[in-house]
């Protein structure tokens, strides 16, 4: 009955349009009031101790480092790198944004930033170079959701807070997984540009114009490595990088490329302020309601319910991936690591599953649901930019779904594709 109440009431917040943060934590109150079992201030110790983690600082940092590199004018620059390298293909302006979208992934760390950033640019110029509108949004969308996946990744700082996996390998670990993703998404975009004649730039790709265009970009190109590879070659902590990521893309901002002005900072402050909290009580209200699935051994419940289906690992995976691809449509990212993660990850390591990759398994079917009604964050940025209405693009992304849902497929079955990385350091 217990457990009636905390998802009843949950599910009923959601249907009020209750956002999830305090949805997670208006639930959770209803049910210690239900029990009486808990004092009322464990809502509010749980949302002390749930932020009170030297990895989880890593968060706001790398919020406010994906800000100033997106207004930096960074995108600019890895779109013309990323256009010198495939732009002369059949649909070389599309598969230019989608490499563009997997450059700025490994500085934002967010799906919906990569999105905005890159989506307000890359839109209306697909448009222009006479892509239909449908199809130039969903290219972006679904680039947008490689932003949790490959490093630095917000979701893969949380799931290493909750899964006592280690935050440094599962940033390695994200690397083939996303840019697995890019490739099959950059494949339907050039089915889909030949079917309709989206022919490329015209010009032929040269050494030279390579060369110019990644110096020019070379400033943000670099994040990424100082980040992994200070991380893996232990100079500093994935919290200590992301302060590295906030002074560096300072220096890039205001220096190096000129085009951040001191004047811009202040709203930079207080844009990625509100994210961080948004975030934040989204952490704490999540931690608390997992706290209490916990107490009533709702994990267990569902551990053996799972394994009492089948003794066939390739089913449980199964039936784990399905639940999680469900859950990715209805429930914000970093709510179902914390949520899920123990319920989840125990089963995967009995199962003989590597916490790492089963880490990259949960990240990779969360990030699907970007793209996924009805809460489809990726979905609903890309309308707000293009004007589209939901219905018309969530039409336009389903080839791209199945591209990651093939995707997915080889990541669950092929360990390698995320463990070589991770474990080249032991």
């Not at 630095?152 to 670990?173: D, T």
């Not at 948004?278 to 569902?302: D, H, K, N, S, Y």
């Not at 199962?351 to 609903?380: E, K, Q, R, S």
Request: neutral net charge; hydrophobic residues 55%.
């Amino acid at each position: 009955m217990t457990a009636g109440v905390l998802f009843g009431s949950f599910t009923l917040f959601l249907l009020l349009s209750v956002p999830i943060g305090i949805a997670l934590g208006l639930s959770s109150l209803a049910t210690i009031l239900y029990t009486g079992a808990l004092p009322l201030d464990f809502l509010m110790k749980e949302l002390v101790t749930a932020v009170d983690s030297f990895p989880i600082m890593a968060v706001p940092f790398f919020i406010l480092a994906g800000e100033i590199m997106g207004k930096g004018g960074i995108s600019e620059r890895l779109f013309d790198f990323a256009n010198a390298l495939v732009g002369n293909k059949t649909g070389g302006f599309a598969m230019a944004t989608i490499v563009t979208c997997m450059f700025f992934a490994a500085i934002s760390g967010s799906g919906p930033a990569t999105v905005a950033a890159i989506g307000g640019i890359m839109i209306p110029a697909m448009v222009r170079k006479g892509y239909d509108k449908q199809f130039a949004t969903a290219v972006v969308a679904a680039a947008g959701s490689i932003g949790v996946i490959i490093p630095p990744s917000i979701p893969m700082v949380i799931y290493g807070v909750v899964g006592g996996a280690s935050v440094g390998k599962m940033f390695m670990a994200g690397i083939i997984p996303g840019i697995l993703v890019g490739v099959a998404l950059m494949i339907w975009a050039y089915i889909y540009s030949k079917k309709h004649n989206y022919g490329g730039t015209g010009e032929k790709m040269t050494l030279k114009n390579v060369f110019t265009s990644f110096w020019e970009a070379k400033w943000a190109l670099i994040i990424p490595v100082i980040i992994l590879g200070g991380i893996y070659g232990g100079f500093f902590t994935p919290t200590e990088a992301a302060v590295i990521a906030v002074v560096y893309s300072l220096i890039a901002g205001l220096f190096l490329y000129g085009e951040l002005k001191v004047k811009h900072i202040p709203k930079l402050l207080i844009d990625s302020s509100l994210t961080t909290a948004t975030i934040l009580i989204i952490v704490g209200t999540a931690t608390a309601f997992g706290r209490l699935l916990t107490i009533e051994r709702i994990p267990e419940q569902v551990a053996s319910f799972m394994l009492s289906v089948s003794d066939s690992n390739i089913v449980i995976i199964l039936m784990i991936t399905i639940l999680l691809l469900i859950v990715g449509c209805f429930m914000d990212t970093l709510a179902a690591i914390i949520i899920l993660t123990p319920i989840l990850l125990p089963i995967a390591t009995n199962l003989g599953y590597d916490p790492i990759h089963f880490g990259i398994l949960m990240v990779v079917n969360l990030a699907i649901g970007f793209i996924t009604p009805p809460l489809g964050v990726n979905l609903f940025v890309g309308s707000g930019i293009s004007g589209l209405s939901i219905e018309e693009l969530s039409k336009a992304i389903l080839p791209f779904f199945i591209a990651m849902l093939i995707s997915l497929g080889l990541i669950i079955f092929i360990p390698q594709l995320s463990l070589w990385l991770a474990n080249l350091g032991g």
